[in-house]
């Protein structure tokens, strides 16, 4: 299945600055006011002038109650910046009024002795990757070519000085960037392409390349990286025998096809293969996911190369009768309990022990024939052979481990909408993720949830859902890091 534009779409995400506007009850229906901001947070010493874009209707008016934040108008943006603060912690409100709409602006700024990081919203891109260890964030954006064409340029983002450097433009007819796969360390970005089928990279000069494939395989897809480059894992979109994905490791350059269980999620002969997603930083365990009957079932490859099921311990597969309305006979279908997950990249953690997905039951129904499901956030152990289930949670979805053993869960609404982090050893819940972005970072977030965590804790990847006016959401990515 090739993957579509993510500008636009639903996506099992989340994140931080939020659409905001509000509109009294019995007011005009055609009054609003929209932020691309509703908080804002400055350190003490912060000299960066911060823009809110504000879309209204009809026109707006603002005002402020602090004389320590300087606000202007240029045109449809309110341009902000603080004074020095040499005490405490401190916050304001800037008011804004459009007709019967009304809506604020929270500015916070850091006491003088405070944590000192910084927060970037990253709205220009149509979606980004962390490298394994925080040191660039990978992206791209589109914008539009004469009259009904696109055009991208990729963006690399070095974190330790925010500098961004840019790629292109390429005309889609020469590249079709679709979503962005990989950050390595060393400053590779791997975005795929549907224009040339399987996926193209950048490097930090400008210079971009086609990665090759296996003899007999089709194009590569890379989804994973080692932080020491040597090791990346992905899929070709096509292998020997009609399989739709191969599923392969990229070793120092050379393509190596990764064994399969001997049969799919549901106990049957392979069709459509298995996506290779992610691998541990230090390059010691893979996982993958099936996509055989849209199952989206959990494989993992050991520190020894061994293949099995994540969630093997707690994985059972029941036959039952189902009906044939063709032909009013019965059929056997497999009902399985078993982990799950999507196409995400980074829910196993640094050193490979844990893996993060949602473990599924299924019950068939035999007076509606419906195979029905419950799922709630699981950890599996890759040492112990054990799985941690979190059934308490049912809804949530586990995202991803940190360095320290510490599963990130999000709450689900339209998308990932808000997370917290459970201990596995004690598993337990420990923090709401946004409290624990102020108690670290001293950056207060309104809205969001972390999607990955460097493995020192110092720099972390989010993502926010904004809602548009036109229907739909928009997904917005940020990251958090150490001040310059």
């Not at 040492?383 to 510490?406: I, N, R, S, W």
Request: glycine share 12%; charged share 20%.
């Amino acid at each position: 299945m090739m993957k579509k534009e993510f500008l636009r779409m639903l996506l099992p995400l989340a994140g931080v600055v939020a659409l905001a506007g509000c509109r009294p009850q019995g007011s005009d229906a055609g009054h609003y006011i929209k932020l691309s901001d509703v908080v804002l947070t400055f350190a003490a010493e912060d000299e960066e002038v911060k823009s809110v874009t504000v879309r209204s209707n009809p026109d707006w008016s603002f005002t402020g109650d602090a004389s320590w934040v300087e606000v202007s108008r240029e045109g449809n943006t309110l341009e902000i910046s603080v004074k020095p603060n040499a005490d405490a912690e401190r916050s304001a409100k800037i008011g804004l009024t459009a007709g019967e709409a009304t809506a604020e602006i929270e500015v916070r700024q850091l006491a003088n002795e405070g944590p000192d990081a910084r927060y970037r919203l990253l709205d220009k891109l149509a979606n980004a990757a962390m490298s394994p260890s925080g040191r660039y964030v990978g992206g791209f954006y589109r914008d539009v070519l004469g009259e009904n064409e696109w055009q991208y340029t990729a963006v690399i983002i070095d974190l330790d000085t925010d500098e961004w450097l840019e790629f292109g433009p390429y005309p889609e007819t020469l590249l079709g960037l679709s979503e962005t796969e990989v950050m390595t360390d060393q400053g590779v970005l791997y975005i795929s392409d549907t224009t040339n089928g399987g996926c193209v990279a950048f490097d930090l000069e400008g210079n971009y390349f086609v990665p090759g494939s296996a003899p007999g395989y089709g194009s590569l897809v890379l989804q994973g990286v080692s932080a020491d480059g040597s090791v990346m894992v992905g899929y070709t979109e096509g292998a020997p025998g009609g399989v739709m994905y191969g599923a392969v490791k990229v070793v120092d350059g050379e393509v190596r096809p990764l064994e399969l269980p001997d049969t799919n999620f549901r106990g049957e002969e392979w069709w459509a293969g298995v996506l290779v997603r992610g691998i541990s930083a230090d390059g010691s365990v893979m996982y993958g996911t099936s996509w055989e009957n849209y199952d989206y079932g959990m494989v993992y490859w050991d520190k020894e190369g061994n293949v099995d099921w994540v969630g093997s311990d707690l994985r059972t597969m029941t036959t039952v009768q189902r009906p044939d309305h063709l032909t009013g006979d019965t059929y056997p279908y497999n009902i399985v309990n078993g982990m799950m997950c999507g196409a995400n990249q980074m829910q196993i953690s640094p050193d490979g022990k844990w893996i993060a997905g949602n473990f599924r039951k299924e019950r068939y129904d035999g007076e509606s024939d419906e195979v029905l499901s419950t799922s709630c956030p699981a950890f599996f152990n890759t040492e112990t052979k054990k799985t941690v289930l979190f059934e308490e949670y049912d809804g949530c979805t586990a995202m991803g481990v940190t360095a320290d053993g510490l599963g990130l869960v999000g709450v689900m609404g339209m998308g990932v909408t808000d997370g917290f982090f459970v201990d596995l050893e004690t598993q337990t819940k420990v923090a709401d993720m946004r409290p624990w972005i102020q108690d670290r970072f001293g950056i207060a977030l309104t809205q969001g949830a972390i999607h990955y965590v460097a493995p020192d804790g110092r720099k972390v990847l989010g993502i926010t859902l904004r809602a548009e006016p036109y229907g739909g959401v928009t997904a917005l990515y940020w990251y958090v890091a150490p001040a310059l």
